[in-house]
């Protein structure tokens, strides 16, 4: 938020990156960042930690149909993680795009249905952050191609249904693809979106 009172420009921000450049800008320097150079300079290597973001950077995921990039954020420690069910056997459940992770997860945890991955996911509260999610399967390809090492053997489920009895997994080590019987426990890591 930026205030003007009595020609004293007072500035707030939750976002850093926006700060330093408003600061910049207000400031009248001649070398100011742009936009561009700021967001950039200020993104951690693929696989760092984000400072002030949860988590550690998986990498960029393209927008779809036209929507904005964003970069996926991977949760860590024991509170990220988890070996649950999917849930919601021989149930149809709209929980079907294979890029969207967020509305996937959103659509079963409010559902009111039995689906113990998502809504251990909608309920996540991690490093004062609290939009996590269950990756898609597109989203789990783009961890598996970038961060591979940070996930634990095993398949991983994706928010992704198959079929009424089978979601999306994907395997990190490996870097495989495959569906799992929704009854099955199978591993869990959260995730959540950053857009610059």
């Known amino acids: 938020m930026i205030t003007i009172q009595n020609m004293h420009v007072t500035l707030s921000a939750h976002n850093p990156m926006a700060s330093a450049f408003?600061?910049?800008?207000l400031a009248g320097a001649d070398d100011?960042?742009?936009?561009?150079?700021?967001?950039?300079?200020?993104?951690?290597?693929?696989?760092?930690?984000?400072?002030?973001?949860?988590?550690?950077?998986?990498?960029?995921?393209?927008g779809v149909d036209g929507g904005p990039n964003y970069w996926l954020i991977l949760a860590e420690g024991a509170a990220a993680t988890a070996e649950l069910a999917w849930g919601g056997y021989d149930q149809d459940t709209g929980a079907t795009s294979d890029h969207d992770g967020l509305?996937?997860?959103?659509?079963?945890?409010?559902?009111?249905l039995d689906f113990p991955a998502a809504k251990f996911a909608h309920a996540a509260r991690l490093e004062g952050k609290d939009d996590w999610y269950l990756p898609?399967?597109?989203?789990?390809?783009?961890?598996?191609?970038?961060?591979?090492?940070?996930?634990?053997t095993g398949y991983h489920w994706s928010s992704t249904q198959f079929s009424r009895d089978l979601a999306w997994v994907q395997t990190f080590g490996v870097g495989t693809q495959g569906t799992g019987d929704k009854l099955s426990s199978r591993r869990v890591r959260l995730v959540r979106r950053l857009f610059l």
């Not at 408003?22 to 800008?25: D, E």
């Not at 509305?103 to 009111?112: D, F, H, V, Y």
């Open 32 to 62: 100011a960042p742009s936009t561009e150079d700021a967001a950039t300079s200020a993104i951690p290597p693929i696989g760092a930690i984000w400072p002030g973001e949860g988590g550690r950077n998986g990498g960029l995921m393209r």
């Open 22 to 25: 408003v600061a910049a800008l």
């Open 136 to 152: 898609a399967i597109r989203e789990c390809r783009l961890l598996s191609a970038n961060v591979p090492e940070l996930f634990e």
């Open 103 to 112: 509305a996937n997860t959103k659509l079963l945890a409010e559902s009111g």
